[in-house]
């Protein structure tokens, strides 16, 4: 089975930059697309970035200039470079596998611990 864990989130000031990883184990990853998803407290969950297995990338417009997500084929780890942060972007963040169905992605069942991300102002 899949098992995703994250890391690397912490407080940070306005301005300042964060590497998120994930660490995926369980699952046949060079074929998976992965994507990175966000929960601010008390709003819905969000999708922000996703790269597929063949690297190419899309972004939620929030994020888009600030954020890369990037993948290790060896390592089998996703990673989310988030520089230029604001206080929006204080949230939970967690990583997933998934497909592609045309343009729309669709995250596995499996879903990890999650990190959290204070960007104080």
């Known amino acids: 089975q899949v098992r995703l864990t994250e890391s690397g989130g912490g407080l940070v000031q306005a301005g300042e930059s964060l590497t998120l990883s994930c660490g995926v184990s369980g699952s046949i990853f060079p074929l998976n697309a992965a994507g990175w998803y966000r929960q601010p407290p008390g709003k819905q969950r969000e999708l922000v970035a996703t790269?597929?297995?063949?690297?190419?990338?899309n972004y939620a417009d929030s994020v888009k200039g600030r954020f890369s997500i990037s993948r290790d084929h060896v390592s089998n780890t996703v990673y989310l470079q988030m520089n230029s942060l604001k206080p929006e972007d204080t949230a939970d963040y967690y990583c997933t596998v998934g497909s592609f169905i045309g343009t729309a992605y669709y995250p596995s069942s499996r879903w990890g611990q999650g990190t959290q991300v204070t960007v104080s102002s």
């Open positions: 790269i597929t297995g063949g690297g190419a990338t």
